[in-house]
């Protein structure tokens, strides 16, 4: 039996946007069918490998020293103080003396100005000893370089470049793998056209009973968790299936601004939205999501608040 599913199956069922959508086809080819979890240390299959390699070869104009046998998908960079983001690059290939990072990015309007030197200064903090390289994979996008510590490099490098690597190293590779190589050579094919319009007609062909993923978290739904763990102080999850880890850093965001606007004498003041995660937190998943993915929202109750400026 086949460890790859039918991918127009699974991008409806999913309901992600392009940048997701290729990140998780990609991810799926490197590692050979099944989505892994956030954060896991993954073997590529010998093809997943060849393709780092060349991708390493795109972008540093070199072979890594050794081969790359260690890829995280969603790779956390965790935060160091509770007003900081962690950081979460899409891809990351570790070495026992090198780090590197891999941004994947189709949506111009999505480029944060702080996200890259963020990544390169948490990589720095969190792998002292280690050489860290950070390649940003986009479409048409100008925008200035890093600035680079000692140690440090970094390369932009296209999706058009990349795709012949893609097509080449799965030249030959079984029928659904080889649909997952197509699902990524359409899905490249598409940058700079409207993504729910395209997504829609790629879509026309598959049956519309396939079922569609979690609801998506909603400001109520949030909010009840809140109120809820403020009142009885038992710990509680979200079990919303975001898209990616710099999603879930965006919902805790959320969280923080429904209780920072409550009003002061508000019970929820106490509660403290943090993310809990399968490679850097201890204990077990409270929800599916978190089961699915490997990290989850959570909401626990204090003493008194932990948010600054609201002690």
């Known amino acids: 039996m086949s460890p790859y599913e039918d991918i127009r199956r699974v991008l409806t069922r999913r309901k992600l946007w392009r940048e997701e959508s290729l990140q998780l086809v990609l991810t799926c080819l490197i590692v050979g069918g099944v989505y892994p979890r956030w954060g896991t240390r993954s ?14 070869v795109l972008a540093f104009g070199e072979d890594p020293a050794s081969p790359c046998d260690v890829f995280v998908d969603e790779f956390e960079l965790p935060r160091r103080h509770e007003t900081e983001r962690s950081g979460w690059p899409d891809w990351a290939v570790l070495w026992s003396d090198r780090v590197w ?33 950070l390649t940003y994979l986009t479409g048409t996008l100008d925008k200035p370089a890093p600035e680079l510590r000692a140690g440090q490099r970094y390369r932009h490098i296209m999706w058009t470049d990349v795709l012949p690597l893609i097509e080449e190293v799965w030249a030959d590779e079984a029928p659904a793998a080889t649909a997952y190589v197509e699902a990524a050579r359409e899905l490249i094919a598409s940058l700079g056209t409207p993504w729910t319009e395209w997504r829609a007609g790629w879509m026309s062909g598959v049956a519309s009973a396939v079922a569609a993923s979690e609801p998506a978290e909603t400001r109520d739904i949030l909010w009840g968790l809140i109120a809820a763990t403020a009142a009885d102080g038992k710990q509680r999850a979200s079990d919303a299936h975001t898209e990616s880890g710099e999603s879930l850093e965006d919902l805790r965001d959320r969280a923080r601004e429904l209780i920072i606007a ?36 959570r909401l626990s109750r204090y003493t008194k608040s932990q948010l600054p400026g609201h002690g």
Request: charged letters at 25%; a negative charge; glycine letters at 8%.
């Open 262 to 297: 409550a009003p002061e004498d508000s019970a929820s003041k106490r509660v403290l939205p943090w993310i809990w995660s399968s490679q850097t937190s201890g204990g077990q998943p409270l929800t599916s999501a978190g089961e699915d993915l490997g990290a989850e929202l």
């Open 101 to 133: 990072m891999i941004e994947l990015k189709t949506e111009a309007g999505s480029h944060r100005p702080d996200q890259l030197p963020h990544y390169l200064d948490l990589g720095t903090q969190h792998y002292p000893h280690a050489a860290i390289d």
């Open 43 to 56: 073997k590529p299959t010998v093809r997943g490998a060849e393709f780092l390699r060349r991708l390493h």
